[in-house]
């Protein structure tokens, strides 16, 4: 199970619903060279990007500025991953090979490819929604941390 500890940032109690921000901890935090590193500058750029704001259905009562940590599971993790990274690729690979074989013509060639790989991010999108929707991609409340 993947970690992270976050902050309520509201709960209700009729519901059970609570809100949770947890910030993106990025690895310049952690680098001696970030003070001459243009990585660490450009992130910083960035702002309040990192932060994630997620539901979360819990009977634990909860305190507004509460520290609690959540978890996800690994498995969903990765098939996000795998759809979001995998997929694309392999439907790019398929478009231009499809491509090759439709016409000599790159300019319509180019236009098949973007064409393909847009339909696929649409449907991975879709379904994305679908799966948001599922218990076993959303987080859980694990502890109360203070």
Known sequence: MLKESAVVVSYDAETGLARVK??????CSACSARNACGTASLSE??????????????ITPLR???????????KSMLFSALL?????????LAATLLSTY?????L?????IVFV??????AIRKYTCKLGQQSEFQP???????
């Open 45 to 58: 750029l960035n702002g309040k990007r990192g932060e994630h704001v997620f539901t979360l259905e819990t």
């Open 117 to 122: 790989t847009a339909l696929a991010f649409g």
């Open 84 to 92: 979001m990274y995998i997929v694309p690729l392999f439907t790019l």
């Open 108 to 112: 319509i060639r180019a236009a098949v």
């Open 140 to 146: 859980t409340l694990l502890r109360v941390l203070s």
């Open 64 to 74: 507004i500025g509460q520290r609690v940590e959540i978890g996800l599971e690994e």
């Open 102 to 106: 439709l016409t000599e013509s790159e």
């Open 22 to 27: 947890c910030q993106s901890q990025s690895a």
